[in-house]
């Protein structure tokens, strides 16, 4: 069975740029969750999807970040403009349920971006 | 407020010996606990949960942790450290029994094994 995959796995783009990140989650997984972690610091919950809906966004950084999850399927992280303060790395993670008490969130590799 | 403090930033233990790695947390409601490992080019891989029951829990790879609530604390142990086990550990808590929980996390812990 297919993991959590995140596309790319490294994106380096120039400041004022937009740049689109792509989570598949495992099948049949309710919950997607997007994470990320600035360098040095903690990896930080940005949001929470249900199906397709979006369950908890109160950790998106601001107005410049739009996550979507087309029929509940995979996700899409886009940021636009991109700033450096947006550099770091950028976790997906999945699991069963719409009550997940006792499910494990799969997570996926990351994607590093680096804006510049 | 909620949070996880994981006071080591980076240890360094000799292959064979003991390992120990502190978390410790502050959280509201009923914890649910997790520590999770990121190898180099890896994503995060759950070792363990606790969310009720014995407070000694088993994970994989041969570690273990134990919840204290009187200490707020869920460190992780392993008898004897294996040169694969070098990478960051990340001590994490969540909301029990909610319907979709975001993970609060440490800073991590990033272990190297001497030989």
């Known amino acids: 069975e297919a993991g959590v995959t995140q596309f790319p796995s490294h994106s380096v783009i120039e400041k004022g740029q937009t740049v689109t990140l792509r989570c598949d989650p495992i099948s049949g997984h309710d919950n997607l969750y997007w994470y990320r972690r600035v360098m040095g610091k903690e990896i930080k919950f940005l949001l929470h999807?249900?199906?397709?809906?979006?369950?908890?966004e109160s950790g998106m950084p601001n107005n410049r970040f739009l996550a979507e999850r087309t029929g509940g399927t995979y996700s899409t992280l886009k940021v636009q403009p991109a700033e450096l303060e947006d550099s770091g790395v950028y976790f997906c993670a999945s699991s069963q349920g719409i009550r997940d008490l006792g499910s494990e969130a799969f997570f996926g590799q990351g994607t590093r971006l680096t804006v510049v | 407020a909620q949070s996880v403090t994981q006071p080591d930033i980076h240890i360094t233990v000799s292959e064979g010996a003991s390992l120990e790695l502190r978390c410790n947390y502050s959280y509201g409601a009923t914890p649910y606990l997790f520590w999770y490992v990121q190898s180099p080019g890896q994503g995060l891989q759950l070792l363990l949960k606790?969310?009720?029951?014995?407070?000694l829990v088993q994970g994989i790879k041969g570690f273990e942790a134990e919840f204290k609530r009187s200490q707020s604390s869920f460190n992780l142990r392993k008898p004897s450290v294996h040169w694969s086990d070098a990478a960051e550990y990340f001590c994490a808590v969540g909301a029990w029994a909610s319907a979709g929980t975001a993970l609060i996390f440490g800073k991590g812990t990033t272990l190297s094994v001497s030989s």
């Open positions: 999807f249900v199906k397709e809906s979006k369950q908890d």
């Open positions: 606790y969310f009720s029951g014995d407070t």
